[in-house]
């Protein structure tokens, strides 16, 4: 049986915190930012966004050896 692959588009998406929850980076900061108020730039810079968790199940299946 071959051995599960790890979804390489998931592994550079999302990192799992030491409790097991999914973090996220925000939407909307890679381009066209000359159109988002100062204000919103800021508030979309940080550490991540947790991820809801009915989502978690499939996002650690998808990221294989990476998730523990």
Not at 16 to 27: I, Q, Y
């Amino acid at each position: 049986m071959n051995k599960m692959k790890t979804h390489k588009g998931t592994k550079k998406r999302f990192r799992l915190t030491a409790t097991g929850k999914v973090k996220h980076r925000s939407a909307g900061k890679s381009h066209r930012n000359v159109r988002m108020s100062a204000k919103r730039t800021r508030q979309l810079r940080g550490g991540g966004t947790l991820l809801d968790t009915c989502m978690v199940k499939s996002i650690v299946k998808s990221l294989g050896k990476y998730s523990y």
